[in-house]
């Protein structure tokens, strides 16, 4: 068993927060161990609940479309979230709970070594860039620490919006670009600075 299947068994076992009494099933991530993609969303919804699988429901179909748009199946990446059970009635999870998961989510980014982590959504943009506004910064790559992050809008968004998805779909285009690019960055302690790329 690899070490990030075992992590992911010791999250399926957390009691750390309010969370662990409502949910019905624990959804730690799924996805390619050595992924250059790590995708984090916010929290898991009925669907995810149900089966123990992040992004199965209607917006998990929509970023499945999205991936397919770059050449990518979700097994080519990693999927995972903020927190890792269902807040209950879908509430946005609570900032105590995003607290109580950070230590999940860190150890995975670590396993994982993603060259990029693309954040959907606001609670995810806000776990690692907590001053910032998705409407601002969302399709513009930037380098924190030696990782490319980029935020995206999250998919569910484009449900509830519909004229959001343009928008998500042409941030989802420039990611290719954006990769090729980073692998051209220099190594070492980067500041906190935006890419030139867009
Ligand atoms: S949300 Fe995270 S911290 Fe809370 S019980 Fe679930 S795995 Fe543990």
Known sequence: MSALAR???????CQECE????????????????????????????HEDQQGRPFVGPAGQFLEQLLSSIGLRRDD????????????????????????????????????????????GRHSLSRYFPTETIGKVHGRPRQLDGVLYYPMYHPAAALHQGSLRQTIEADML????????????????????QLSLF
């Open 77 to 120: 990446v990693y999927i995972a979230n903020v927190v890792k059970c269902r807040p209950p009635e879908n509430r946005e999870p609570l900032p105590a709970e995003i607290e109580a998961c950070r230590m999940w989510l860190d150890r995975q980014v670590a396993l994982i070594r993603p060259r990029m982590i693309v954040t959907l």
């Open 19 to 46: 969370l662990a009494r409502h949910r019905n099933r624990v959804v730690p991530g799924a996805g390619a161990e050595d992924a250059d993609l790590l995708f984090i969303g916010e929290a898991p919804g009925w």
């Open 7 to 13: 992590l992911c068994d010791d999250i399926r076992a």
């Open 174 to 193: 420039k990611i290719p670009e954006i990769l090729a690019q980073g692998r051209e960055e220099p190594p070492g302690p980067i500041e906190d600075r």
